[in-house]
């Protein structure tokens, strides 16, 4: 019995892993997030995409100029009653919802207007339809095709692989019957979660190889939600690993401000926020910066946002083409090789911007026809994963999400666009 729970364990293993689905940061892995000491405040998200107001009149010669006053900050019960007025029609438990996403807010004090609860609303709209846990269709049909590929690739004979999924699980079903009702990634992660303390030595065979590695309303990255709960306090009790919180409503939806909102970014638009959720932090700021240097160095590059290449989130010892490329013109910027790529391991934080690298980039490129290069572009990254059935990229979920924020605004016609 114990040898062909192991077969199973070690197939499903193979299997899941090809199953991971994409999510904000899944396909594009980060580093460990930065400290928060000496990171500059970010500007308000809030004021990224709205009409700009006319400035006041000055004040006249010898009088000092009044300073506007501050915004007032809405009490917890207004909170949540402004954030309802923007959830979509047919959401079940309003009340519920606006009460995570007030607590998220409240936690990560974060400016809670139009704008940037729309932001939150837009992408939940677009991961999970408001779903706590949302289904993934087919996922069955997923796992068996992978399933059969996989015992393709490692040459096991069918009757030895059909013998072992039917080896009953805990809870008394064959593995073959637990992978046919499988309906939702968390679902797929407590299976796997459960041959890992169940199998002989499950711990050392299995862990840190579960290959759910998004889940929640927001699909967000369990790296990013770990990295996260070491930086700053998790507003609510634990229940469980931070795995467990991530599939919660409230997990989720802290965990996805977090990595939505949580960060200074300078971008014109909220666009480039939503594309970099999708592909990983400064991701726009990066593909931009990657265009720049494409055109200085007559070198194609793909501006997807990746400077360096990374294994297990840390950044690899093999040269990326960016890296290659700026090496080419380290004459031009009077860096040294070591010089660059200090610089280039800062591409995950707000500092990059104010690298000699970024610096010298962009004065460069600005002056070769006189015209200012873009500082924000939408990478260029193809969505891959099992689950997706048709050619999907960033730009098109960015796209996507702010046209559910924009509707999202309108749903209050005072503060429509």
Known sequence: MKQRRLL???????TLAGCATTGPLESRPSPTLPPAPGSPTPRAPADIDRPRPVSPAPA???????????PPIPSAQDGRALIARFLPPGVSDREGWATDLHT?????????????????VAVIEQES???????????????????????????????????????????????????????????????????I?????????FADYNPVRTGGPMQVSIAFAQDQIREKPYPYPRRGSVRDEV?????????????????????????YRFADFNAGRYSSRNAAFQNAVARLSGQALTPDGDLLRYRDGAPSSEPSATYSALSTLGGRLGLSPAEIARDLRLEKTSQFAQTPLYIRIFTLADSLDGRRQPREILPEIDLKSPKIQRKLTTAWFAERVDARHRTCLGRDRSFAP
């Open 60 to 70: 006249p010669i010898g009088t000092a100029p009044t300073p506007p006053a501050p």
């Open 247 to 271: 599939f919660t409503r409230r997990g989720g939806v802290y965990f996805g401000v977090a990595i939505l909102l949580d960060y200074p970014a300078p971008y014109s638009r909220l666009l």
């Open 8 to 14: 199973a364990a070690w197939t499903l293993a193979a």
């Open 104 to 120: 998220a807010f409240t936690a990560l004090h974060l400016s809670l207007t139009p704008d940037t609860i729309c932001a939150a």
């Open 129 to 195: 339809s408001f779903q706590a846990d949302p289904a993934v269709p087919g996922l069955p049909k997923i796992v068996w095709r992978e399933l059969e590929a996989r015992r393709q690739r490692y040459h096991l004979p069918r009757l030895m692989l059909d013998a072992a999924l039917l080896a009953p699980s805990p809870d008394g079903r064959s593995y073959r019957a637990r992978i046919d009702a499988l309906r939702t990634e968390k679902q797929m992660s407590a299976l796997f979660e459960e041959m």
């Open 197 to 205: 303390s169940e199998f002989p030595q499950g711990k050392t065979l």
